[in-house]
């Protein structure tokens, strides 16, 4: 079946760079995603990836795509402790849109 | 401003009982989804609805019911069938099913 998984956990110190990574198993999907998500809210659309791209950039954010090893990546830089949040990927099944969610990554930024 | 609006953010449900999550949004968006979320995992789909008075179920739909009369609402409903319904609820909308979904800011179920 499909499967998203990241590493449950990251820790960077402020003004360093964070890289968050992501595995998936499904080859179809059409978009890529990162999404957002702080304490007691919902998800926010950081940035997303068409499946025909290597790499996407927006100010700090940059998106790496493997597509033959089905390796997903966000770094941002210059990380600032409004950056500690969840991260999760995600990414589509075609059709209908549904969407399949990693597991999130906690980032935490140290001072 | 556009966007998505989860009522209440908050909510408690006693043994039994049935219990409506409201979702609405402003964005003029075909498409809307509900997903759970629990500690440690990542959302699951419960139930979508592609466009009005059409809706399809998720990956976790037993014990859930939604209704799609209008455009703009896609309330879901828990019944006292969810043996497990403590959990953080996710409601998203896209303009149609290919673009990429916005959330609202959820709501908290628990049992009392």
């Known amino acids: 079946g499909e499967d998203v998984e990241q590493s449950l956990f990251l820790s960077v110190r402020e003004g360093d760079s964070s890289v968050i990574n992501c595995t998936y198993t499904?080859?179809?999907?059409?978009?890529l995603y990162w999404y957002k998500q702080e304490p007691g809210a919902g998800l926010q659309l950081l940035t997303y990836i068409f499946s025909n791209m290597d790499m996407k950039q927006d100010q700090r954010l940059t998106v790496l795509l493997n597509k033959k090893d089905k390796h997903l990546s966000l770094r941002i830089a210059d990380t600032q402790t409004g950056d500690s949040a969840i991260y999760f990927c995600?990414?589509?099944?075609?059709?209908?849109?549904?969407?399949?969610f990693g597991t999130g990554t906690k980032l935490q930024v140290i001072p | 401003d556009g966007g998505i609006t989860q009522s209440p953010k908050y909510l408690f449900r006693k043994e039994g009982q049935n219990v409506t999550l409201s979702c609405e949004q402003n964005?003029?968006?075909?498409?809307m989804y509900w997903y759970r979320q629990d500690p440690g995992q990542g959302l699951r789909l419960i139930y979508y609805?592609?466009?009005?008075?059409?809706?399809q179920k998720g990956d976790i739909a037993e014990g859930y019911s939604v209704s799609r009369e209008k455009k703009e609402s896609f309330p879901l409903t828990v019944t006292s069938a969810q043996k497990n319904p403590t959990a953080f609820y996710l409601c998203a909308s896209s303009p149609d099913p290919n673009q990429p979904q916005h959330f609202g800011d959820g709501t908290r179920l628990s049992i009392l």
């Open positions: 609805s592609q466009i009005v008075n059409d809706f």
């Open positions: 964005l003029n968006h075909d498409a």
């Open positions: 995600a990414h589509d099944s075609g059709g209908y849109q549904k969407v399949t």
């Open positions: 499904d080859s179809s999907s059409t978009y």
